[in-house]
């Protein structure tokens, strides 16, 4: 009987363990920003360079706006993070200290001046 009652106690522990690890490991551990780059008019910027720097790490990923003058990254680790547009014809911008959380998206709309 003990010998029993040990194989069902080995059994649920063994069960319970491969419940957990499934449960861990679909867990997110990243976020993203996105946003659309308008001019002062409010027209969207296409073809306009986005330099997103995580303020702790120090590194830079480097996207580009659409047609539509939208942006996204992707695959952010937790944190702040700092935007500088660049368009030929404009003045940068910049948004300092962006936060980006797990299995969010921030948005992160942005204004050239000529």
Do not use: W
């Amino acid at each position: 009987m003990n010998y029993n009652r040990m194989i069902l106690v080995m059994t649920l522990l063994v069960v319970s363990l491969l419940t957990f690890a499934q449960q861990t490991h679909a867990q997110a551990v990243y976020g993203s920003v996105a946003g659309v780059v308008v001019d002062g008019t409010g027209a969207v910027v296409p073809d306009a360079t986005v330099l997103i720097t995580d303020v702790v790490r120090n590194t830079t990923f480097t996207v580009t706006t659409n047609s539509d003058g939208y942006y996204q990254k992707d695959r952010l680790l937790p944190g702040s993070y700092n935007i500088k547009v660049t368009k030929e014809g404009f003045k940068s911008a910049a948004s300092n200290n962006v936060g980006v959380s797990v299995d969010t998206q921030t948005k992160n709309d942005i204004k050239l001046e000529i």
